[in-house]
């Protein structure tokens, strides 16, 4: 375990308790661990454990179930993996193997994985009820539903098989939504080491370059603190920054577009998810102000609105509304402002929402809804906050053309906010968003002395 680790073992444990309390006596919970996948042939996609799996376990390795029985007298928590072997550690890696789920995993017993058809429905034999999350592994749901078939055939001969089958995500997924505090640091840390990479790409950026190479400079500033993508970035300049998950990245720069990134770290499977906006040439139009000003404004008081005892749709209200004043006042829509927002006229320029949890997953697990009725916002939930404003070429609204002046121009402005006691706290604060903020230091990378080897400050803007 690395020193700087957030997640503690006592904490995967703490987990497993409280779950295991929640599912209460004559009941099982089965994990599989997430398989590798192909990339082509005899090359894998780099290996990312299931976040469920992980989030109970923190064993960070394929080939293995958890398995979580409530009372059992011979032990609560077994773990089913690979083998010590060192012929394939000398392939592919090294293992924990069975002495080590148990002793840096806290498995009470650890059994090989190619013995699981031979042990787990002896396990299943005195349970009632199996958690379990159907549906996302078709084929580990046929081996389940195996094991349990095999012990009714064997009904006769007295052996009992559960009866019930109880949707795992249910009570699992509502335990994610409310993030520890180590969890809490684990997401600041990526949250600030995404907030250096998105600072520096402000920095190098310069009309010419090409979308590729800003992205590099997140690839190169992750991997420098051992992190990874939380997904795959978004770097979309001029009318690519209207396309929501343009991932393509491989366009010219041009000296007076914008450019959009959506990236973030993910450290210990948590991600950071972040979205700045800003000018290729370091300086934003009269257009782009005007339009970037709007996004800004609608995503601080969406941020405003991220407190407890405010429902989930609270801040996306907030931005709609502010969102769609300015597209009036601007002459984009015209009408009342009640009735448009009644209408979803904004949805012209706006076509998402305005967040989504934040955790391990990228868009994390947990209800928007309780009972029909958006859910109430509690401390230690986390949550984007991400308004935007997106004018496609050749855009109109109804039969009416908008002006070329404000075709390909699109605007996101995405930040982390953790729900506390008194309000909120913006994980990804490190990041400038105000348009002086973002002049500023773009202008640092374009000073006339050269020091950072970027050329004459005129020449670099263009007519700027």
């Known amino acids: 375990m690395s020193a700087n680790q957030h997640i503690k073992p006592t904490e995967f444990a703490r987990r497993r308790k409280r779950l295991m309390q929640m599912m209460g006596k004559a009941s099982v919970a089965i994990l599989p661990a997430a398989p590798m996948r192909a990339r082509n042939r005899d090359a894998e996609h780099p290996y990312r454990q299931d976040s469920d799996f992980y989030y109970l376990s923190g064993f960070n390795e394929p080939d293995a179930v958890l398995v979580l029985i409530p009372k059992r007298k011979h032990g609560e928590v077994i773990l089913f993996c690979r083998e010590r072997d060192p012929e394939m550690e000398t392939w592919h890696g090294r293992r924990a193997g069975l002495k080590g789920a148990m002793e840096h995993y806290g498995a009470d017993d650890a059994f090989p994985i190619s013995d699981i058809?031979?042990?787990?429905?002896?396990?299943?034999e005195h349970s009632e009820r199996v958690y379990y999350a159907m549906g996302c592994d078709t084929q580990f749901d046929q081996?389940?539903?195996?094991?349990?078939?095999?012990?009714?055939?064997?009904?006769?001969?007295?052996?009992?098989?559960?009866?019930?089958?109880?949707?795992?995500?249910?009570?699992?997924?509502?335990?994610?939504?409310?993030?520890?505090?180590?969890?809490?640091?684990?997401?600041?840390?990526?949250?600030?080491?995404?907030?250096?990479?998105?600072?520096?790409?402000?920095?190098?950026?310069?009309?010419?370059?090409m979308?590729?190479?800003?992205?590099?400079?997140?690839?190169?500033?992750?991997?420098?603190?051992?992190?990874?993508?939380?997904?795959?970035?978004?770097?979309?300049?001029?009318?690519?920054?209207?396309?929501?998950?343009?991932?393509e990245n491989n366009a010219e720069l041009r000296d007076g577009d914008l450019l959009l990134i959506d990236a973030g770290a993910e450290n210990e499977l948590y991600a950071a998810d972040i979205t700045r906006t800003f000018p290729v040439n370091g300086r934003f139009s009269s257009e782009q102000k005007a339009l970037y000003q709007i996004v800004l404004d609608a995503q601080l008081a969406a941020i405003d609105k991220v407190r407890p005892g405010n429902h989930w749709d609270a801040p996306h209200e907030a931005a709609v509304r502010i969102l769609t004043k300015g597209l009036i006042k601007l002459g984009l829509l015209?009408?009342?402002?009640?009735?448009?927002?009644?209408?979803?006229?904004?949805?012209?320029?706006?076509?998402?929402?305005?967040?989504?949890?934040?955790?391990?997953?990228?868009h994390d697990v947990g209800d928007y809804k309780v009972g029909g009725a958006w859910r109430e916002l509690e401390p230690g939930m986390v949550l984007t906050v991400e308004p935007g404003l997106y004018i496609a070429p050749g855009i109109k609204v109804g039969k009416r053309r908008i002006a070329k002046k404000w075709q390909g121009i699109g605007i996101r402005i995405e930040d982390d906010i953790l729900v506390t006691k008194d309000g909120c706290d913006v994980l990804s604060k490190d990041v400038p968003k105000t348009i002086v903020e973002i002049e500023a230091l773009m202008?640092?990378?374009?000073?006339?002395?050269?020091?950072?080897?970027?050329?004459?400050?005129?020449?670099?803007?263009?007519?700027?």
Not at 171 to 177: E, F, Y
Not at 211 to 220: C, D, K, R, V
Not at 443 to 464: C, H, L, V, Y
């Open 117 to 124: 058809d031979d042990i787990l429905p002896g396990l299943l």
């Open 143 to 209: 081996r389940v539903t195996g094991w349990i078939n095999r012990l009714k055939e064997q009904s006769r001969a007295g052996a009992h098989a559960p009866s019930e089958f109880v949707a795992l995500d249910h009570l699992l997924h509502d335990m994610r939504l409310y993030k520890s505090r180590a969890e809490i640091s684990a997401m600041r840390t990526a949250a600030k080491i995404s907030a250096q990479a998105h600072k520096r790409a402000m920095q190098q950026c310069q009309p010419g370059k």
């Open 211 to 247: 979308e590729y190479e800003i992205e590099a400079e997140f690839q190169h500033h992750f991997k420098q603190h051992n992190f990874a993508n939380a997904y795959t970035p978004i770097v979309g300049g001029g009318e690519n920054s209207c396309i929501l998950h343009y991932t």
């Open 334 to 362: 015209k009408g009342n402002l009640r009735t448009l927002i009644k209408e979803q006229a904004y949805r012209t320029f706006y076509m998402h929402r305005t967040g989504h949890w934040l955790g391990m997953d990228v």
């Open 443 to 464: 202008a640092e990378t374009f000073a006339p002395d050269n020091t950072r080897g970027f050329g004459n400050f005129s020449k670099r803007r263009g007519s700027i």
